[in-house]
């Protein structure tokens, strides 16, 4: 019975982990989408101005 717990937080626990890595890389790619838009926004305004 107990091994059983275990078994069933290790799993869960996993889980977790396996879902905050995938939050965590999706979150980072999200932030990299982001700024590479804004980037390309600022750029696009200085290219505007400077003409």
Not at 8 to 34: G, H, P, R, Y
Not at 45 to 50: A, F, V, Y
């Amino acid at each position: 019975m107990k091994q059983n717990i275990f078994c069933t937080a290790v799993t869960a626990d996993t889980k977790v982990n396996i879902a905050n890595e995938l939050f965590t890389v999706l979150c980072s790619k999200l932030m990299v989408a982001i700024w590479k838009h804004l980037e390309i926004e600022i750029i696009y305004k200085l290219s505007l101005e400077n003409t």
